[in-house]
């Protein structure tokens, strides 16, 4: 499987998000890329998961549904929740990330 072959079952939402993560049981920061109410795309260092890897994240406070890995490309993974992460939830996240960056940027001017 890889990022074309999986079908969507809803819409993937772009965001810049750092992620604490455990994967195969240790602690793992991930860049959260984009979201959806069944799953995400990941960018770690290469070789930071395997395909089936189970994976727990916690993204600003709130805990993701247990995820599992089911593809792979260099640095970058797609996480397959079980179960669906509320839309309110999702919602927020990518409220939040848009905040941070809005901030971000304005510390550069």
């Known amino acids: 499987m890889n ?3 999986i079908p969507r079952n809803s819409e ?7 992620v604490k993560s455990r994967v195969r049981s240790r602690e793992v920061y991930v860049d959260l ?4 109410e069944s ?3 990941i960018r770690g260092k290469p070789g930071f998961a395997q395909l ?9 406070g709130i805990n993701a549904p247990l995820g ?3 593809w792979i490309e260099g640095a970058f993974a797609g996480v397959a929740f079980e179960g669906e992460m509320h839309p309110a939830v ?3 996240l990518c409220e939040q990330a848009g905040k941070r960056l ?3 940027r304005s510390l550069r001017r």
């Open 3 to 5: 990022l074309y072959s």
């Open 12 to 18: 993937r939402r772009q965001l810049s998000l750092l």
């Open 33 to 36: 890329l984009d979201i959806s």
């Open 39 to 41: 799953g995400c795309k």
């Open 52 to 60: 089936g890897d189970r994976v727990m994240m916690r993204m600003n």
């Open 68 to 70: 599992t890995i089911v």
């Open 90 to 92: 999702v919602d927020y």
């Open 102 to 104: 809005s901030f971000l």
